[in-house]
């Protein structure tokens, strides 16, 4: 047999990740404590070979501690831009600290706790070394050394993940929000073609610099509402909705190329022409499930002016809030002829003691100004006022949509556990007071909001299934969620009850108003637990996620929480569940989940 340096060299990866043909892949993952986990010395090497961007990772409140100035102020604390800075921060704060994700008994697995005033702290689900990553070659380093200690990889570009995907204890972490480049072009082609004109974003680039830097050029771009979600990070991969989804479609819709490094080393491209099958994955497969991110390229549009129109009304109890839900749900086929986002959330007092719900209106108008905008409302507003409920405000602002969308900063740093559901047009149409009674319901328990989001419908409807992302979509009028949060200083086991009833109580009431239809959900935004994440957050694209999973990450190096193949590791994705399946056996059963319906083979 004739053995090149190259097969060599590549048998050698293989033998150091025991992975080698024949031989099984190991079970688990080394972790912290483990034998096999590496020594200090051969973290520093790695440092050394890094230049000086392998980091210690500590929790965000053991940082605060240990700020020369002292403990940080409240508003360092709540910034989310503080925080980003961070290596081991979460900006949604409880991800820190909950110890394989939902501590299942406290009693007996007690969470590593790190609060802002702890005099104690522990690691948490903070892993202990990041690389700040600079470039592809940062991460192909990192990557070959975590394939050779068998170590777990965690991705994070500004930890906003709501269902903690970001961060793990005992992994790697890649983290990638220093690599800043925006570059636009109007010519942007790939295979020959000109695709137009596009922004390529490093995934390190927060939605305020891409809005900052698209207002300056003079662009517009498909974005969400946030200071420092990461376009070419989870946003995109998961789908990315946008206010402006109705006219422009998804964040993925509108992806032309993605440069990733994948589990074997390789710094690749996917667009239309080159990985096509990892390109159709990337846009709408799921976040953190493909490989680390270098760079993304999405089409831009020409800048235009918006009305952006806020108001609340005051809903003084669930009753009222299901009342209004249902007027809501009677009008939200109002604005579609000009293609309006809206974010529609009705804010609960019920935790806090209180009674009754603020519902928040804020709606985006391409091109309108602000007496269409008001005109484009009176309906709504209008039977809102002759049921007697107080309107607090009705306010308009007419601006570049980008600004509009720009946020400086925000406040982040809480604790929260989300359950969604992708709302039907059919649905909207046909069972508003279904949605009214499903919300009366929702609104006297003690959840924190429930936050609507008029995202679909319009272009996302007639971009049809263009890419991996959840078909749902195309035929959803909403996104809605359910939010549940806690304050820090309550007893840890409410984490558990909360849970509890997302998944068993709170999401199907979200479900039910579609009555037998199947329902869906956005991974981006969505029940960490979901029971059937496979069918409710990719569909019928699963059995194709999963070859192509296969493919590019056949030994699992890129696993998170509900997805694609995470059902083969453990709740942490730390052990294989079984060594003996094997991808191949996986998509069999996948082929027939396809093909004989859900239900064989997802429920119980
Ligand atoms: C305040 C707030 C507002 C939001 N607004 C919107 C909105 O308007 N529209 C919308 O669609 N969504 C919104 N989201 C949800 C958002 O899309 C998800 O939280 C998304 O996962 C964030 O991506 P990130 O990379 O910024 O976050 P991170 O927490 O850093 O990462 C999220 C996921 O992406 C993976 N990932 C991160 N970096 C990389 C990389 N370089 N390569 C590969 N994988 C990577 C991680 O492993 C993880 O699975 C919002 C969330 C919050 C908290
Ligand atoms: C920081 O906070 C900790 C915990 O609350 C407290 O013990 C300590 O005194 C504070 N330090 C400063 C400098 O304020
Ligand atoms: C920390 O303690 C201070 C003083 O008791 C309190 O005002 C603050 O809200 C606490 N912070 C958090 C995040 O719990
Ligand atoms: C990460 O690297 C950037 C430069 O790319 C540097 O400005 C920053 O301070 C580094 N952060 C940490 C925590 O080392
Ligand atoms: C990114 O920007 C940095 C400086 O801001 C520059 O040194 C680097 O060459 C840029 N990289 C790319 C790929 O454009
Ligand atoms: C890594 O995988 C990609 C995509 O399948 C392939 O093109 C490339 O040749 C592989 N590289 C190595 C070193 O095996
Ligand atoms: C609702 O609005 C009232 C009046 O403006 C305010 O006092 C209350 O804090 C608000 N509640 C929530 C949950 O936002
Ligand atoms: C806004 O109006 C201009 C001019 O009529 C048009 O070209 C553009 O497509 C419109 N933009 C949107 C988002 O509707
Ligand atoms: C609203 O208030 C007006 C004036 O007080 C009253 O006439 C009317 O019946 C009320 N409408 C409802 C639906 O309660
Ligand atoms: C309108 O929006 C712009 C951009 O966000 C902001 O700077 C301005 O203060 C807003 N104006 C009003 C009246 O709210
Ligand atoms: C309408 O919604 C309710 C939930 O409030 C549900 O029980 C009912 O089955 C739905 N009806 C249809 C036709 O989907």
């Not at 590496?38 to 990772?57: C, I, K």
């Not at 207002?215 to 990315?240: D, H, L, R």
């Not at 009176?378 to 607090?392: G, H, M």
């Not at 509900?562 to 059963?589: P, T």
């Amino acid at each position: 047999m004739r053995c090149s340096a190259y097969a060599l060299a590549v048998a050698s990866f293989l033998l150091h990740a025991r992975t080698a043909v024949g031989q099984s892949p190991a079970a688990c993952r080394n972790v912290p404590g483990d034998v096999d986990f590496p020594p200090p010395e051969q973290w520093n090497a790695l440092g050394a070979q890094l230049g000086d961007r392998l980091v210690p990772v500590i929790p965000s409140a053991e940082f605060c501690h240990n700020l020369p100035s002292g403990n940080c102020t409240s508003a360092q604390w709540f910034s989310s831009n503080f925080r980003g800075e961070i290596p081991g921060a979460m900006e949604v704060f409880n991800w820190e600290q909950l110890t394989d994700r939902i501590v299942k008994d406290y009693n007996s697995n007690p969470p590593s706790l790190c609060l802002l005033n702890s005099t104690v702290c522990g690691q948490g689900d903070v892993p202990l070394y990041a690389i700040n990553v600079s470039s592809a070659a940062d991460i192909q380093t990192g990557l070959k050394f975590a394939v050779e200690h068998n170590l777990k990889v965690v991705m994070k570009a500004s930890g906003h993940d709501l269902l903690g995907r970001s961060t793990h204890k005992s992994g790697l972490l890649f983290w990638t929000h220093h690599m800043r480049n925006v570059s636009f072009t109007e010519n942007f082609v790939v295979g020959g073609k000109d695709l137009g004109s596009a922004v390529t974003v490093r995934s390190g680039v927060p939605l305020s610099m891409f809005y900052s830097a698209a207002e300056a050029a003079g662009k517009m771009v498909v974005g969400g509402t946030a200071a420092n979600v990461v376009p070419a990070g989870g946003y995109g991969q998961g789908a990315g909705h946008s206010a402006f989804s109705p006219v422009f479609g998804l964040a993925a819709d509108n992806c032309l190329e993605y440069n990733i490094v994948i589990a074997n080393g390789s710094f690749i491209t996917a667009n239309e022409v080159e990985n096509t099958d990892l390109f159709w994955a990337l846009r709408g497969g799921g976040a953190g499930s493909w490989g680390i991110v270098v760079s993304a390229t999405f089409r831009t549009f020409p800048a235009f002016t918006a009305t952006y129109h806020n108001s609340m009304i005051l809903a003084p109890n669930a009753d009222a809030g299901g009342k209004l839900a249902e007027l809501h749900a009677k009008h939200i086929f109002d604005w579609d002829d000009v293609h309006a986002g809206q974010y529609f959330y009705f804010f609960n007092n019920v935790p806090m003691g209180g009674q009754g719900s603020n519902f928040s209106l804020r709606t985006y108008f391409a091109n309108y100004t602000a007496d269409q905008a008001i005109a484009a409302m009176k309906p709504l507003l209008d039977d809102i006022r002759a049921l007697n409920y107080t309107i607090l405000f009705e306010t308009t602002n007419t601006t570049l949509a980008t600004s509009l969308l720009f946020l400086a900063d925000e406040p982040m740093a809480y604790n929260a556990l989300l359950g969604s559901r992708l709302i039907s047009e059919e649905a909207y149409r046909n069972n508003a007071s279904g949605i009214g009674s499903a919300y009366a319901k929702l609104l006297a328990d003690p959840i924190a909001q429930i936050g609507g989001h008029l995202v679909a419908g319009g272009k996302v409807a007639e971009n049809g299934d263009i890419d991996a992302a959840n078909p749902k979509w195309r035929t959803a009028k909403a996104h809605v969620f359910v939010a549940a949060s806690w304050p820090d200083n309550i007893a840890p086991p409410i984490t558990d009850r909360i849970q509890s009833a997302m998944t068993n109580k709170w999401v199907p009431i979200l479900a039910s108003v579609m009555g037998n239809q199947e329902s869906g959900a956005y991974s981006n935004e969505a029940n960490g637990e979901e029971p059937d994440f496979q069918r409710v957050f990719f569909d019928k694209h699963y059995p194709r996620l999963l070859s192509i999973k296969k493919k590019y990450d056949p030994e699992g190096l890129f696993i998170v929480k509900a997805g694609v193949g995470s059902e083969f590791w453990d709740d942490a994705g730390i052990c294989r569940k079984s060594r003996s399946l094997d991808y191949g056996e996986i998509l069999d059963q996948s082929w027939a989940f396809l093909t004989s319906g859900f239900d064989m083979l997802f429920k119980s």
